[in-house]
């Protein structure tokens, strides 16, 4: 069975115990590693089996895939930023770096920026876009995953935590990161093998070290400890109907600003 998640220390964590062939009577994967935009894409030529996507995604995807409701990215207090070099009003007239144009981070974005006009969004790898917003390339960044821990060192000041004002407007925690099952498969028997490698994974918090570190690239541990305590929680274990609502209101608001073609069924 094909898998694709990011790199992110919450990704493999959560699925480190699967893809050892820890968990009993779980189908054997094939991990592959790739920014959301790269997975994003593939997911909508139906590359993987099992897939790791930006909820902003699922309008484009959920016909032929069925949203997990084990091993996402779904929180609070772990939103995207919207970081600049310079103090900003708003990003009126302003270049701005995002990481896919169908992230929820971006959708989050446009949400809020209703009414400010960038004069440029350009799609770059997240770990590109600190160090070019630093560097003057571009006005401000939208960023995700452990920038927001490390910005600061960058330079860089929040212009707006989306992830405060997507709570503070409708009380519901922020849906990042999907996980989907092509839906030709047995998906009831995915769903297990995700829980698991979740519990899996917390009840045996240092047998993913290695693996986890393998993937950071240059995230220090305190970082990579952050990013999982973060990242992986309740609601990765199980969406729960707090989970749903967050994705279907998001998905309502997107459709019904235009930004999306429809807002899907999610169970």
């Given at each position: 069975?094909?898998?694709?998640?990011?790199?992110?220390?919450?990704?493999?964590?959560?699925?480190?115990?699967?893809?050892?062939?820890?968990?009993?009577?779980?189908?054997?994967?094939?991990?592959?590693?790739?920014?959301?935009?790269?997975?994003?894409?593939?997911?909508?030529?139906?590359?993987?089996?099992?897939?790791?996507?930006?909820?902003?995604?699922?309008?484009?995807?959920?016909?032929?895939?069925?949203?997990?409701?084990?091993?996402?990215?779904?929180?609070?207090?772990?939103?995207?930023?919207?970081?600049?070099?310079?103090?900003?009003?708003?990003?009126?007239?302003?270049?701005?770096?995002v990481p896919s144009e169908r992230s929820t981070a971006y959708l989050l974005m446009r949400l809020w920026a209703a009414?400010?006009?960038?004069?440029?969004?350009?799609?770059?790898?997240?770990?590109?876009?600190?160090?070019?917003?630093?560097?003057?390339?571009?006005?401000?960044?939208?960023?995700?995953?452990?920038?927001?821990?490390?910005?600061?060192?960058?330079?860089?000041?929040?212009?707006?935590?989306?992830?405060?004002?997507?709570?503070?407007?409708?009380?519901?925690?922020?849906?990042?990161?999907?996980?989907?099952?092509?839906?030709?498969?047995?998906?009831?028997?995915?769903?297990?093998?995700?829980?698991?490698?979740?519990?899996?994974?917390?009840?045996?918090?240092?047998?993913?070290?290695?693996?986890?570190?393998?993937?950071?690239?240059?995230?220090?541990?305190?970082?990579?400890?952050?990013?999982?305590?973060?990242?992986?929680?309740?609601?990765?274990?199980?969406?729960?109907?707090?989970?749903?609502a967050a994705a279907s209101a998001l998905l309502d608001r997107a459709h019904t600003a235009g930004l999306t073609p429809?807002?899907?069924?999610?169970?």
């Amino acid at each position: 069975m094909r898998l694709a998640i990011s790199p992110c220390p919450n990704d493999t964590f959560v699925f480190h115990a699967w893809a050892h062939g820890l968990i009993d009577g779980a189908a054997p994967v094939e991990v592959s590693f790739a920014d959301i935009d790269v997975t994003n894409t593939a997911a909508q030529r139906g590359d993987f089996d099992v897939v790791k996507v930006s909820y902003g995604a699922l309008p484009w995807l959920l016909g032929r895939y069925a949203l997990l409701p084990s091993g996402g990215a779904v929180g609070r207090g772990c939103g995207p930023l919207v970081v600049t070099r310079e103090t900003l009003p708003d990003l009126d007239g302003r270049s701005v770096a995002v990481p896919s144009e169908r992230s929820t981070a971006y959708l989050l974005m446009r949400l809020w920026a209703a009414g400010q006009r960038p004069a440029r969004i350009d799609v770059v790898p997240f770990a590109s876009i600190m160090p070019a917003v630093r560097d003057g390339s571009y006005d401000a960044g939208l960023v995700i995953h452990e920038a927001r821990f490390t910005y600061p060192s960058y330079g860089l000041t929040a212009l707006a935590d989306l992830g405060e004002w997507w709570e503070a407007d409708t009380g519901l925690p922020i849906p990042l990161g999907a996980i989907l099952a092509r839906r030709d498969l047995d998906v009831a028997a995915i769903t297990s093998a995700a829980r698991a490698s979740v519990e899996y994974a917390w009840a045996n918090p240092s047998a993913s070290a290695a693996y986890v570190a393998e993937h950071a690239d240059e995230m220090s541990p305190d970082v990579t400890r952050q990013h999982i305590a973060l990242y992986v929680n309740e609601f990765t274990r199980d969406l729960g109907d707090a989970g749903y609502a967050a994705a279907s209101a998001l998905l309502d608001r997107a459709h019904t600003a235009g930004l999306t073609p429809s807002s899907p069924t999610l169970r």
